[in-house]
């Protein structure tokens, strides 16, 4: 059994900086894929960021050079640092994990776990 935990939303002004973080409680294997995915308000979930277990990362041309996935392995917590934030990156934001490697930079693939979400709001 899979359990995840995003923390570390919160509201900022626009061009601030916030740190995700996603903590998975599983097993210790290195073929995974994670991501983070954003659904904000009267819009449909969207793709952010992946990585996978070998620390490949994939990212959404939107995100692309403002937002960095990355991973610590011993804790399984994945973060999303996001940098240069716009009123458009407000959402509540979602991580995600399947033990599907392949295609991990995909943003349509199916992912197995997902957490509850933590909500990020940017006011100009």
């Known amino acids: 059994q899979v359990h995840l935990v995003e923390s570390g939303g919160d509201s900022v002004q626009a061009g601030g900086s916030l740190r995700l973080s996603c903590a998975a409680s599983r097993d210790t294997y290195s073929v995974y894929c994670m991501a983070w995915f954003r659904q904000g308000p009267g819009k449909e979930r969207e793709w952010v960021a992946s990585?996978?277990?070998?620390?490949?990362?994939y990212y959404a041309d939107s995100v692309k050079g403002r937002f960095t996935i990355s991973q610590d392995e011993a804790t399984h917590t994945v973060y999303l640092q996001m940098n240069d934030l716009k009123v458009e990156d407000t959402a509540v934001y979602y991580c995600?994990?399947?033990?599907?490697?392949?295609?991990?930079?995909?943003?349509?693939?199916?992912?197995?776990?997902w957490g509850q979400g933590t909500q990020v709001t940017v006011s100009s």
């Open positions: 990585i996978s277990g070998d620390g490949s990362t």
């Open positions: 995600a994990l399947d033990r599907v490697q392949v295609q991990c930079g995909l943003g349509t693939r199916d992912f197995r776990y």
